[in-house]
Structure formats: structure tokens, C-alpha cells
Nanobody
Framework: QVQLVESGGGLVQAGGSLRLSCAASGRSFSTYAMGWFRQAPGKEREFIAAMSWSGGGTYYTDSVKGRFTISRDRAKNTVYLQMNSLKPEDTAVYYC??????????????????WGQGTQVTVSS
């Protein structure tokens, strides 16, 4: 059974930092692109960041560039999202995703092969 399990969410004050982790199990994701999405209340799920399977390419939505960093540990089958300088508008449920290509994560209508269950991030002002 393939699973992506996120952790690391929580409540943080504006300006603070959190690091989300996504542990993959059930198969190796070493050849998969990995990414993060988020969904705020009343809004559609949106793309945040992605990394190619080789780690050579990273992609970010404009609102998080310079503040968020995606990374992965292929040996641990884990992907991370370091979030710094958090703002109240970053409050959302954050989802990990895996795709057989980077395009399925970064396309306008993203269609990852796998989704995690989500972890809540709340940034207080």
C-alpha cells in the first residue's frame, strides 16, 4: 500500500518557521517528482513547490519564493518543506504529492499520482 504521510504542521506566530516532512512508503519514490500543495478554507488547492526526481530542478509558486525551500532525502524516501517568514495567509492544510513527472505537479491542472492526507499549518498574526 502506497502512502505519503505528512508531519510537522502546527501553530506558529507570523514570522516564524516550520518544517514539514513527508514520508513515503509502499514503494520507492526515487524516480518520482515530489511536491507540496496547500488548501486554505474556502479556496482551491494550490501548488506550492516541487522538485524533480533528480533534485536538479525546483519550482515554487511566486508567493513563497525566497521563503520556502523544498528538499528531499532519497535514501529516506522523504521530502521536506522548510517554511520561513511565515505569514497569516500561509494558513492552510498542506499536502504532499508525488508524480511520475514534474509536469503532473506543476501543470495548471495538477494531477499527482499520489497524495498525502494533509497537515494543518496555522499562522497567527
Amino acid at each position: 500500500q502506497v502512502q505519503l504521510v505528512e508531519s510537522g504542521g502546527g501553530l506558529v506566530q507570523a514570522g516564524g518557521s516550520l518544517r514539514l516532512s513527508c514520508a513515503a512508503s509502499g514503494r520507492s519514490f526515487s524516480t518520482y517528482a515530489m511536491g507540496w500543495f496547500r488548501q486554505a478554507p474556502g479556496k482551491e488547492r494550490e501548488f506550492i513547490a516541487a522538485m524533480s526526481w533528480s533534485g536538479g530542478g525546483t519550482y515554487y509558486t511566486d508567493s513563497v519564493k525566497g521563503r520556502f525551500t523544498i528538499s528531499r532525502d532519497r535514501a529516506k524516501n522523504t521530502v521536506y518543506l522548510q517554511m520561513n517568514s511565515l505569514k497569516p495567509e500561509d494558513t492552510a492544510v498542506y499536502y504532499c504529492a508525488a508524480g511520475h513527472s514534474i509536469v503532473v505537479l506543476t501543470a495548471t491542472h495538477a494531477a499527482p499520482d499520489y497524495w498525502g492526507q494533509g497537515t494543518q499549518v496555522t499562522v497567527s498574526s
